[in-house]
């Protein structure tokens, strides 16, 4: 069973900030937090990962709460191809490669 | 980071017949994974395929059932076999992003059973 929780379901409109909330309150102090999209008809597509400390690259922000219980995926700008399922995911150690998806967050942008 | 052609992209097969999926790598990688989306759910891990041994298992896959191959470092198949509606799904592969962070996916075939 997947180890972090996220909301069902999140809209945003075009051109605005999006806080993607995920709690993954049972994670050691080794695993990293990685979040992944899965555009309509496409295979999940990497987005970010952080471990402890917050996180920015050309795509997106992870802000990690400081007792790593939580965290939060920032889009600056939503856009309409941002569209997608999002999954936050524990990963790491004696788990490498084997990602547990749990449902994710469907995230709609509006026009 | 890694590309990865996957074929077939879709079809749709009689049950009781088999479909073997390919996955090539532009490069090559260690450890290739295999996923399954079900209907409207997320993605479950089949197994993992390592080059030269015997595909390791997730709980709930068995190796009759979906048989792999893993012939070389570019390369891997699955097989579903003697399929039933329930195998309905999309099957992913997948490989680590040859030093970068993060796993890159294929964009799946999408299989339907009648």
């Known amino acids: 069973d997947a180890k972090t929780t996220q909301p069902n379901s999140m809209e945003s409109n075009e051109e605005e900030p999006v806080h993607l909330p995920c709690n993954h309150s049972?994670?050691?102090?080794?695993?990293?937090i990685h979040w992944y999209r899965q555009l309509p008809s496409q295979g999940p597509e990497y987005v970010i990962h952080?471990?402890?400390s917050n996180v920015n690259n050309r795509m997106a922000s992870l802000a990690i709460a400081e007792d790593r219980k939580s965290s939060t995926l920032i889009l600056h700008r939503a856009t309409l191809r941002d569209a997608a399922v999002y999954y936050c995911?524990?990963?790491?150690?004696?788990?490498?490669?084997?990602?547990?998806f749990g449902q994710g967050t469907i995230l709609t942008v509006h026009p | 980071s890694a590309v990865i052609s996957q074929k077939p992209s879709r079809d749709i097969c009689q049950r009781g017949t088999s479909l073997t999926i390919q996955c090539q790598v532009d490069?090559?990688?260690?450890?290739m994974f295999w996923y399954r989306q079900q209907p409207g759910q997320s993605l479950t891990l089949i197994a993992t395929a390592n080059q030269g041994s015997e595909a390791t298992y997730e709980s709930g896959f068995v190796i009759d059932k979906f048989p792999i191959s893993r012939p070389n470092l570019t390369f891997s198949t699955l097989t579903v076999s003697n399929m039933s509606p329930e195998d309905s799904s999309i099957y992913l592969c997948s490989v680590d992003r040859q030093l970068l962070w993060g796993y890159t996916f294929g964009s799946g075939t999408r299989l339907t059973v009648v």
């Open positions: 049972t994670i050691s102090g080794t695993d990293y």
């Open positions: 995911i524990e990963t790491g150690g004696t788990s490498y490669g084997k990602l547990t």
């Open positions: 490069s090559q990688v260690t450890m």
């Open positions: 952080g471990l402890t």
